[in-house]
Nanobody, 119 residues
Framework: QVQLVESGGGLVQPGGSLRLSCAGTGSIFTFYDMGWYRQAPGKQRELVAAIPNDGITNYADSVKGRFTISRDNAKNTVYLQMNSLKPEDTAVYYC?????????????WGQGTQVTVSS
């Protein structure tokens, strides 16, 4: 059974940093595309950063230059380093692993971790 377990959320002051981790168990995720999404109260879930299996990253404009996504395939883990945090970064952050094989799509989500940026 596949599970994604997130860690690293919390309360931080504006300008501070946090590092989120998401570890997958129950499968081998080397060829999966990985990403981080977030959902603020009253808003739709949005893509924050993605790192496909080819390693080419992309970011939402709102986090470019502040957030860095990375992955460690040996550990089945994706990370999100968040620097220069702003109050508008407050949200529940979710990791996502996706793999498409023909017509089959394997799509997994973490349980979510709260990030609150406030003084």
């Amino acid at each position: 059974q596949v599970q994604l377990v997130e860690s690293g959320g919390g309360l931080v002051q504006p300008g501070g940093s946090l590092r989120l981790s998401c570890a997958g168990t129950g499968s081998i995720f080397t060829f999966y595309d990985m990403g981080w999404y977030r959902q603020a109260p009253g808003k739709q879930r949005e893509l924050v950063a993605a790192i496909p299996n080819d390693g080419i990253t992309n970011y939402a404009d709102s986090v470019k230059g502040r957030f860095t996504i990375s992955r460690d395939n040996a550990k089945n883990t994706v990370y999100l380093q968040m620097n220069s945090l702003k109050p508008e970064d407050t949200a529940v952050y979710y990791c996502n692993f996706v793999f498409t094989q023909g017509v089959r799509v394997y799509n997994y989500w973490g349980q979510g971790t709260q990030v609150t940026v406030s003084s």
